[in-house]
Every structure is written in C-alpha cells, then in structure tokens.
C-alpha cells in the first residue's frame, strides 16, 4: 500500500496523480481526449507550487478541479469543438438524401482532409486516435477540421 505523498515532488512521482486526475475529469465533463492536458496542468501546479513544499491531497483535489473547469471552458469557447461535439445531422435523422450530400462533399475533399473525414466521421474516431494513426499532433487534427468544415461549406463563425 503507498503511503500518501505529503510533498509536490511526492506527489508527481506518485501513481495517485492519474487516478485524482481520471476521477476529476469525470466530475466536472473533461472528454477524455482532454485528459492528458489535464495531468499536465496539474503537474504545473504541482511544480509551480515549490517540488520541496508540503501538499496535501484537499490542495491537489482544489488545484485539479480548478484546471479541469478551465480546460472545460476552453474546449466550449472554440468554434470548431464545438461544431465537433454537435451531433452529425447526417446520422441524427438517418435521411438517406442527406447523408448521400455530405458524402458527396467530402468526396471532393484533398487526400489528407478525405482521410481526415472518413477516420472521423465515418468511423467516429477520437482525436488521438487519429492523429496516432495519420502521424500528425492533435492540433493538426483540429486544425484539419477547421479546414475540413471550411471545405464542405460549415463555416465556423469567430
């Protein structure tokens, strides 16, 4: 049984830190492709708060819900995720017409925006997934959405 770490220092070695984090996100609605962002940013607090200063775990649990509010906020302030976390119409009403537009649209896309689409909407893929499997970072994933609902004619407003 691990003993509770009592310093920052502990505190970021300690197996607990993904768990606070896992059970934090849970709580205050961080997707889970959000979830890395989160650690991290409680690992900054952690080192901006001294690596030899006492921590306890009522302070950690402040600092992560706090953090996790934040990337929650974000995430609802760019255009883009938020277009991204609106259900697909096309599948939403099942119309055959419909579905049948969009896929003709997203046929006319460039390779890597084409590919883009049918990993993630075709196939429902996560962020990570797809940035691991076109090799890209996330951002360039969100960056190719942009420009994918740019090219299909969903522009996001500003």
Known sequence: ???????????LESARLKAIARY???????VPDDLPDLLQEIRIAL????????????????????KAIDIARQSLTRPVDI????????????DPELIHLVRARAASLPGS????????YEQGLSERVI????????SSV?????????????????
Do not use: Q
């Open 47 to 66: 080192w901006k708060a001294g690596l030899d200063r006492p921590v306890n775990a009522a302070w950690l649990f402040h600092t992560a819900e706090h």
């Open 131 to 138: 940035a691991e499997r076109m090799r890209v970072s996330r």
């Open 24 to 30: 934090v996100a849970s709580r205050k609605a961080v």
């Open 113 to 120: 925006l084409r590919k883009f689409y049918d990993l993630r």
């Open 83 to 94: 277009l991204r976390r609106t259900p697909d119409p096309a599948r939403e009403t099942r």
């Open 142 to 158: 969100r960056w190719m959405e942009h420009r994918c609902f740019t090219a299909m004619g969903v522009a996001a407003e500003h």
């Open 1 to 11: 049984m691990e003993i509770c770490p009592s310093t920052a220092r502990e505190w």
